[in-house]
C-alpha cells in the first residue's frame, strides 16, 4: 500500500485546510485510519483517527475545529482543518493501520501564519 497525502500550504490563522491522503493498492483488513503531525523538534504527536464503521475520535488540540472523513470506494481519508492556529503549524503525517502493518505517506507540510 502507498499512501499520498496531499492539501498542506500556508494559511493565515483563523483560515481552513483540507488534507487528503489517498491510497494506491490492495487495502486488506484496515483497523483504522489516522492523521498525525510532526512540529519542528517535537514528537510526532497523533491527530485524529476513524475506523470502519465510522466512529472517530481527536486530540483534545484539535478537537471541534479538525474533522476526519473517509471515502472507502476512493481509498481516501481526509482532513477538513478549520480555525487553524500557529501551533498547528507541522508536518502531518497519514496513517493505515491494517491487520499486517502500519502504513505510512510522506507528509505534508501545514504552515499557519499568525
Known amino acids: 500500500v502507498q499512501l499520498q497525502a496531499s492539501g498542506g500550504g500556508l494559511v493565515q490563522a483563523g483560515g481552513s485546510l483540507r488534507l487528503s491522503c489517498a491510497a494506491s493498492?490492495?487495502?486488506?483488513?484496515?483497523?483504522?485510519m489516522r492523521w498525525y503531525r510532526q512540529a519542528p523538534g517535537k514528537e510526532r504527536e497523533w491527530v485524529a483517527s476513524?475506523?470502519?464503521?465510522?466512529?472517530?475520535d481527536y486530540a483534545d488540540s484539535v478537537k471541534g475545529r479538525f474533522a476526519i472523513s473517509r471515502d472507502r470506494s476512493k481509498k481516501t481519508v481526509n482532513l477538513q482543518m478549520n480555525s487553524l492556529e500557529p501551533r498547528d503549524t507541522a508536518v502531518y503525517y497519514c496513517?493505515?493501520?491494517?491487520?499486517?502493518?502500519?502504513?505510512w505517506g510522506q507528509g505534508t507540510q501545514v504552515t499557519v501564519s499568525s
Open positions: 496513517n493505515y493501520e491494517t491487520v499486517y502493518k502500519s502504513n
Open positions: 493498492g490492495s487495502i486488506i483488513g484496515i483497523k483504522a
Open positions: 476513524i475506523i470502519p464503521n465510522g466512529i472517530t
